[in-house]
């Protein structure tokens, strides 16, 4: 029998990123947290960059939650499930997030899906 970490199985690693598509002179501000207590502290994302960060599943499965907020505006997403681990790990997922003026879309392993969310308004 043989055993392997899978890591060293060739096993890529998925990443969960945010890309900046407001406008130019718009920055974004994300930050994140898994259920398992990793943080992300507050990143800001200029227009056109990308915020990545590798997203590990481990034996017990993990959520990342994360907020996005429109520097300039105040306007927020706040997503509770940014990032969903299976019940199984998986290898090579990818979840693209892409801030847009009309809302916020994802892409699921490049492919594009239906989701789109509205921005929430911040109360001043």
Do not use: H
């Not at 690693?13 to 130019?24: G, V």
């Not at 207590?37 to 990143?43: P, Q, S, T």
């Not at 199984?88 to 892409?107: A, D, F, H, K, W």
Request: charged content about 20%; glycine content about 6%.
């Amino acid at each position: 029998m043989c055993f392997g970490f899978k890591e060293s199985s060739g096993c890529a690693p998925n990443i969960l990123s945010f890309k900046n598509q407001l406008a130019a002179n718009r920055v974004i501000s994300v930050s994140c947290e898994s259920n398992l207590n990793e943080k992300k502290g507050l990143v800001n994302v200029k227009f056109n960059d990308v915020y990545s960060f590798p997203v590990v599943e481990a034996s017990r499965r993990i959520v990342w939650r994360c907020k996005i907020t429109d520097a300039k505006t105040g306007s927020f997403f706040m997503l509770d499930r940014a990032y969903r681990g299976a019940y199984n790990p998986r290898c090579g997922q990818t979840r693209e997030y892409i801030v847009g003026l009309t809302g916020l879309s994802l892409l699921r392993n490049k492919a594009p899906t239906n989701k789109i969310v509205p921005w929430t308004v911040a109360k001043v």
